[in-house]
């Protein structure tokens, strides 16, 4: 049996019988995205030319 490690709790489990993968249960699945909506975790990405003309109007 190969289990994994949540990466919201920690706890390990069985990904065979995880209906929440790659988490261990449904909560941990809702606590994620929690997070990704309230803008607690987020993508890097290059500044837009946007962007940097904000940064040479404020200078």
Same mark, same amino acid.
């Given at each position: 049996? &190969? &289990? @994994?490690? !949540?990466?919201? !709790? $920690?706890?390990?489990? %069985?990904?065979? #019988?995880? /209906? *929440? @993968?790659?988490? !261990? /249960?449904?909560? !941990? #699945?809702?606590?994620? +995205? $929690?997070?990704? +909506?309230?803008? %607690?975790? $987020?993508?890097? *990405?290059?500044? /837009?030319?946007?962007?940097?003309?904000?940064? +040479?109007?404020?200078?």
């Amino acid at each position: 049996m &190969t &289990t @994994m490690r !949540c990466a919201i !709790c $920690g706890n390990q489990f %069985d990904p065979q #019988k995880s /209906s *929440a @993968m790659p988490f !261990c /249960s449904a909560r !941990c #699945k809702q606590i994620d +995205l $929690g997070r990704w +909506l309230n803008e %607690d975790y $987020g993508v890097p *990405a290059p500044p /837009s030319e946007e962007d940097l003309e904000e940064d +040479l109007e404020a200078e």
